[in-house]
T-cell receptor, first 111, second 111 residues
Framework: EPEVTQTPSHQVTQMGQEVILRCVPI?????FYWYRQILGQKVEFLVS????????KSEIFDDQFSVERPDGSNFTLKIRSTKLEDSAMYFC?????????FGPGTRLTVL | DAKTTQPPSMDCAEGRAANLPCNHS???????VYWYRQIHSQGPQYIIH???NNETNEMASLIITEDRKSSTLILPHATLRDTAVYYC????????????FGKGTHLIIQP
């Protein structure tokens, strides 16, 4: 069964550094999403992406965040200047319409 | 999206049916009821969704009341691997819509 994959599984970075989180979607999926989950808290929606542009974004997804599909396959989330409060598990999800399939997540630790 | 209310935790004996309730009294006519689960910090996993008819798949059954103000997810023969947090989410279901996760129900399957 096809799966969403994410790399790296764990990223440690210094405050103020840029990080790029990568996701390989399931091949025939058209919709792409990023979510985050701070330890012990709810899963929070960040952004959705369709037809090579952002479809919806939450208040969390400010100018520090960006997404792209640089090569038509990988889907990336960039955080330009990380803050301590960006430490969280970041989940990529992909879907066709009615279901979203989540990856295993990248644990981001900002020191 | 309509707000949902779920009990914070439930226990169920292994091999028995687990029935997880969800109230969504403000659901509107075009909104679907979705269920996802999250097993110990893994990515959320889609289970099932429905609009007004009852639905069944290989994982679970979804019973939606006639007035659509509440629903029940049924895991027919719960196993230890079904221990997870279960989320009931109401959404219009458009492909680009982000999901709004609440706190869910922590279902613990007892041996």
């Amino acid at each position: 069964e096809p799966e969403v994959t994410q790399t790296p599984s764990h990223q440690v970075t210094q405050m103020g550094q840029e990080v790029i989180l990568r996701c390989v979607p399931i091949s025939n999926h058209l919709y792409f999403y990023w979510y985050r989950q701070i330890l012990g808290q709810k899963v929070e929606f960040l952004v959705s992406f369709y037809n090579n542009e952002i479809s919806e974004k939450s208040e969390i997804f400010d100018d520090q965040f960006s997404v792209e599909r640089p090569d038509g396959s990988n889907f990336t989330l960039k955080i330009r200047s990380t803050k301590l409060e960006d430490s969280a598990m970041y989940f990529c999800a992909t879907g066709k319409r009615n279901e979203q399939f989540f990856g295993p997540g990248t644990r981001l630790t900002v020191l | 999206d309509a707000k949902t209310t779920q009990p914070p935790s439930m226990d169920c004996a292994e091999g028995r049916a687990a029935n997880l309730p969800c109230n969504h009294s403000t659901i509107s006519g075009n909104e679907y009821v979705y269920w996802y689960r999250q097993i110990h910090s893994q990515g959320p996993q889609y289970i099932i969704h429905g609009l007004k008819n009852n639905e069944t798949n290989e994982m679970a059954s979804l019973i939606i009341t006639e007035d659509r103000k509440s629903s029940t997810l049924i895991l027919p023969h719960a196993t230890l691997r079904d221990t997870a947090v279960y989320y009931c989410i109401v959404t219009s279901g458009g492909g680009a819509d982000g999901l709004t996760f609440g706190k869910g129900t922590h279902l613990i399957i007892q041996p």
